[in-house]
């Protein structure tokens, strides 16, 4: 073992400080000079770390749904009487769905209705809670079959609602930046009439509405849905639902659980996206601003 005279430990102790503010001013230099080169070398550094992070997230999923598992055993009567009600409720819908389905068929066959082409999706694995440049966002281990080149700007869903979009890909790992997050924007349509709204990340567990239309402003407990206006999402899928806080601030509660996300589909949709048409009276009301909160 080499062994350091105390002089020379000592002159390296007074001099790391220095290196490594040194070496940090350096590569904050770099990154104003060319920030492409700062992109490619963070995306980069994802999809290098991307298998350690999900050989590390591996164990630790096993080890919560283990735990689950065994507490779930001292319950199945009373979960197998849960089921078997759920069962027979289910039995039912069934035979209501098919009349429904058999009934949409014949409508859409007078119609000659022609169903838009389905979107592209993968599925990824959260393998981290992410900071950086934004501070609401994750990165997500691409399966083997994805073609990163079209997943830039790719809508992120859990099987709750919409979780946000990918605003970076390489070729082992995705970022996607959250709907909480401050440069989070996503138009959406309120409630059954589909009044025009903006939706605002604010870093908070709720982002905020904005620009709604003046005299009608959002019903609580109104759905809240994606819009095709600037043609960035399609329209339809469900974000969440009106709630006015403390201080009478309409906000979206998110319907994805964005608290504790595990898998995530990517959906890559077409760019002739269909344009729903306006509804009268929300075309002709101008947007109102309401000043975002401190």
Do not use: C
């Not at 035979?95 to 389905?101: D, E, G, K, R």
């Not at 994805?146 to 070729?171: C, H, S, W, Y």
């Amino acid at each position: 073992m080499l062994r350091l005279s105390v002089p020379f430990r000592q002159a390296i102790s007074r001099l790391t400080l220095p290196v490594m503010f040194l070496f940090s001013l350096a590569l904050m230099l770099i990154g104003r000079a060319d920030q492409g080169l700062t992109d490619h070398l963070r995306t980069g550094i994802d999809d290098a770390l991307a298998p350690a992070y999900e050989l590390v997230s591996g164990p630790i999923a096993a080890a919560e749904h283990g735990t689950g598992a065994i507490g779930q055993l001292f319950n199945l009567a009373s979960e197998n009487a849960q089921l078997r009600a759920e069962n027979a409720s289910l039995l039912q819908w069934q035979s209501v769905a098919m009349a429904l389905a058999a009934q949409n068929n014949a409508l859409q066959s007078s119609l000659h209705y022609v169903p838009p082409p389905a979107p592209k999706f993968y599925t990824g694995e959260v393998v981290a809670d992410l900071g950086g440049v934004y501070s609401r966002s994750v990165l997500v281990a691409l399966p083997d079959i994805a073609k990163p080149a079209g997943l830039i700007g790719a809508i992120a869903m859990d099987g709750r609602g919409i979780v946000g979009r990918v605003v970076e890909a390489g070729e082992r790992a995705a970022r996607v930046l959250l709907i909480t997050d401050l440069n989070s924007r996503v138009p959406v349509a309120l409630g059954a009439s589909g009044a025009p709204a903006l939706m605002v990340g604010t870093n908070g567990a709720d982002p905020s509405l904005l620009y709604w239309s003046p005299g009608s402003p959002p019903a609580e407990g109104a759905m809240v849905l994606t819009s095709a206006v600037g043609g960035a999402f399609p329209p339809g899928l469900p974000v969440g639902i009106v709630h006015y806080d403390s201080q009478n601030h309409p906000v979206v509660l998110p319907l994805a659980n964005l608290a504790a996300l595990r898998l995530l589909r990517l959906f890559s949709y077409p760019s002739n996206l269909p344009v729903l048409t306006p509804i009268p009276h929300a075309a002709k009301a101008a947007p109102r601003y309401r000043k975002p909160r401190a």
